[in-house]
């Protein structure tokens, strides 16, 4: 089945033709394969950034000046980086709920993981996890194990070693390093930061010519190798998605002078930056929390205004799915 293709509004722009891990899982052309494909967008991860869409904007005074993620342990509440530091952005806490909410949704998968009118609905990544227990001579403790992982991944890694990471000066900070406090405008954030809507070709196309020959702003079209993952091994190719370019992609330009596509997957978009892609199990860099807080305070949507740059179609600027969009009830206690 070939890939479906969006045609761009302005007929200098190639079209983008969406491959079949970047649809929603209810589209019959869906297609991904764990442990080949790049990460999937989990569930979760739709969920936490409409926390921080939809939570207070992350100011320079919410980060943690120092934390290791060592010290932290989840049945510990007194480990808790902010207990003693600033005050928790409640973004934070949405996301922190969204995850022991989401514990108490997979039950149901490790109660019944031969059932498979029930595992069809697991993220695709804890399906295939069922599956390998089903394989295993002792079908119960292996099952255990995935159930432990699973939980440890909700309850301890993603908060502890990804989420409070990303909330410190040193990371989250440089990207928004004039925002001194709550007075400054969300202008500052996306002037400093920008993105826009590009057309990036193959290595073998000269940007320039090919600029020429389309009538487009020469300024605008890249190829990959201009980008900063370009030289970095965890970061996955813009074909390794499956997108065949040319093709228009939105890109983020931020202040600290990195430069990464936003890739469609998932349903929604994932920035191609290594600190994402090292660890499969990281749920959000500091890119994605940017693009979530701009969301937030600009649009407030789940579209990432672009603000500079080449038209392109409104798919390649959506951040989150909307089915989990529709779903997602945010509570914090
Ligand atoms: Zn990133």
Same mark, same amino acid.
């Given at each position: 089945?070939?890939?479906?293709?969006?045609?761009?509004?302005?007929?200098?722009? &190639?079209?983008?033709?969406?491959?079949?891990?970047?649809? !929603?899982?209810?589209?019959?052309?869906?297609?991904?394969?764990?442990?080949?494909?790049?990460?999937?967008?989990?569930?979760?991860?739709?969920?936490?950034?409409?926390?921080?869409? %939809?939570?207070?904007? $992350?100011?320079?005074?919410?980060?943690?000046?120092?934390?290791?993620?060592? #010290?932290?342990?989840?049945?510990?509440?007194?480990?808790?980086?902010?207990?003693?530091?600033? +005050?928790?952005?409640?973004?934070?806490?949405?996301?922190?709920? !969204? /995850?022991?909410?989401?514990?108490?949704?997979?039950?149901?998968? =490790?109660? /019944?993981?031969?059932?498979?009118?029930?595992? +069809?609905?697991?993220?695709?990544?804890?399906?295939?996890?069922?599956?390998? @227990?089903?394989?295993?001579?002792? #079908?119960?403790?292996?099952?255990?194990?995935?159930?432990?992982?699973? @939980?440890?991944?909700?309850?301890?890694?993603? &908060?502890?070693?990804?989420?409070?990471?990303?909330?410190?000066?040193?990371?989250?900070?440089?990207?928004?390093?004039?925002?001194?406090?709550?007075?400054?405008?969300?202008?500052?954030?996306?002037?400093? %930061? @920008?993105?826009?809507? #590009?057309?990036?070709?193959?290595?073998?196309?000269?940007?320039?010519?090919?600029?020429?020959?389309?009538?487009?702003?020469?300024?605008? @079209?890249?190829?990959? !190798?201009?980008?900063?993952?370009?030289?970095?091994?965890?970061?996955?190719? $813009?074909?390794?998605?499956?997108?065949? *370019?040319?093709?228009?992609? *939105?890109?983020?330009?931020?202040?600290?002078?990195?430069?990464?596509?936003?890739?469609?997957?998932?349903?929604?978009?994932?920035?191609? /930056?290594?600190?994402?892609?090292?660890? +499969?199990?990281?749920?959000?860099?500091?890119?994605?929390? *940017?693009?979530?807080?701009? /969301?937030? =305070?600009?649009?407030?949507?789940? =579209?990432?205004?672009?603000?500079?740059?080449?038209?392109?179609?409104?798919?390649?600027?959506? =951040?989150? !799915? &909307?089915?989990?969009?529709?779903?997602?009830?945010?509570? #914090?206690?």
């Amino acid at each position: 089945m070939s890939n479906p293709t969006i045609e761009s509004a302005d007929d200098r722009v &190639p079209p983008l033709s969406l491959p079949a891990g970047s649809l !929603s899982r209810s589209d019959r052309r869906y297609g991904y394969e764990v442990g080949v494909d790049p990460p999937d967008i989990e569930p979760i991860e739709h969920q936490i950034r409409l926390d921080f869409i %939809n939570g207070e904007r $992350i100011r320079s005074d919410h980060l943690l000046s120092d934390y290791n993620h060592w #010290t932290y342990d989840a049945d510990d509440p007194s480990t808790d980086p902010w207990l003693r530091g600033p +005050a928790k952005p409640n973004g934070l806490q949405l996301a922190e709920e !969204s /995850c022991l909410y989401r514990v108490k949704e997979e039950e149901r998968f =490790f109660e /019944c993981p031969e059932d498979s009118a029930v595992i +069809a609905d697991a993220p695709v990544y804890l399906a295939a996890q069922l599956e390998e @227990v089903r394989e295993h001579d002792d #079908t119960e403790s292996a099952l255990e194990k995935a159930r432990e992982r699973r @939980v440890n991944w909700y309850r301890e890694s993603i &908060p502890g070693k990804n989420l409070y990471q990303i909330l410190k000066k040193s990371s989250y900070g440089t990207l928004i390093s004039g925002g001194k406090g709550p007075s400054l405008a969300t202008a500052a954030l996306t002037e400093d %930061n @920008v993105f826009e809507g #590009t057309v990036v070709v193959s290595e073998d196309t000269d940007p320039k010519k090919y600029a020429r020959q389309q009538n487009l702003p020469e300024e605008f @079209v890249y190829r990959e !190798s201009e980008f900063t993952h370009a030289d970095s091994d965890p970061a996955p190719s $813009i074909v390794d998605f499956g997108i065949e *370019l040319p093709a228009p992609l *939105l890109i983020g330009c931020f202040v600290n002078g990195s430069r990464y596509p936003f890739i469609p997957w998932g349903d929604g978009l994932t920035c191609s /930056c290594p600190y994402k892609h090292d660890q +499969a199990w990281r749920v959000m860099c500091k890119h994605e929390l *940017l693009a979530s807080n701009i /969301c937030g =305070f600009e649009s407030s949507s789940i =579209f990432i205004p672009s603000v500079r740059g080449i038209d392109i179609p409104h798919r390649e600027r959506r =951040f989150v !799915s &909307p089915e989990i969009v529709a779903t997602h009830r945010p509570t #914090t206690n």
